[in-house]
């Protein structure tokens, strides 16, 4: 069974910075072979990228992060994270830690991320 320990979600205020945290267990591969990334989800609407890595190691962010948020990924610890940097109260949103391969996605359980002063 794939299990999600997501962890850093919070209250920043505008212009500040936040880390989330993904640490991933029970895939059927090992957690290379997996392109994992975040993605958030608003109120009514269907969940939108924040940032990929792929297994190939490139990378891809939603238009609205570019130059704020960063993801690495570390394979010896199963681990993702998303730095936030420059937070805007329109980054707040549930936000949701993924993992898939062709044919094959998990998510978890989503952390609430809240941008307010």
């Known amino acids: 069974q794939v299990q999600f320990v997501e962890s850093g979600g919070g209250l920043a205020q505008p212009g500040g910075s936040l880390g989330l945290s993904c640490v991933i267990s029970?895939?059927?591969?090992?957690?290379?072979?997996?392109?994992v990334g975040w993605f958030r989800q608003y109120p009514g609407k269907p969940r939108e990228l924040v940032a990929q890595i792929a297994t190939i190691g490139s990378y891809a962010y939603g238009d609205s992060v570019k130059g704020r948020f960063t993801i690495f990924r570390d394979n010896s610890r199963n681990s993702l994270y998303l730095q936030m940097n420059s937070l805007r109260v329109e980054d707040t949103a549930v936000y949701y830690c993924n993992a898939r391969r062709t044919g094959t996605g998990y998510w978890g359980q989503g952390t609430q991320v809240t941008v307010s002063s």
């Open positions: 029970g895939l059927e591969l090992d957690f290379r072979l997996y392109a």
